[in-house]
């Protein structure tokens, strides 16, 4: 899949990554524990979007954003955490 238009909000205890494609909303959640470390809660995705990737875009967009702030992320989301295991590359933000 090409790559998608994700945006990004956040308040004071934690945010969200989001995407519209094809009239679904997919999404990951995040919240913050302390100054240093993410924990993603949740991930999101219609069925109607399944096995296109959007799942792992949204994560790879928590993964840049901690990078970006010297973050440490706490994949508790079960997706998120399936994603780290694949992906050992991460393991620099992994906590």
Known sequence: MADLNIRHSE???GGRFYVMVEGHEAEMT?????????????????????GQGVGLQL???GIALA?????KIMPLCPFAKAQFDKH??????LR
Do not use: F, M, N, Q
């Not at 919240?31 to 219609?46: E, L, N, Q």
């Not at 050992?88 to 933000?93: A, C, G, R, T, Y």
């Open 30 to 50: 995040y919240s913050k524990a302390g100054t240093s470390v993410i924990i993603i809660d949740h991930t999101d995705v219609p069925e109607a979007l399944g």
């Open 59 to 61: 994560v790879e967009a």
């Open 11 to 13: 308040g004071d205890s």
């Open 67 to 71: 990078r970006d702030r010297g973050l």
């Open 88 to 93: 050992p590359e991460w393991k620099d933000v």
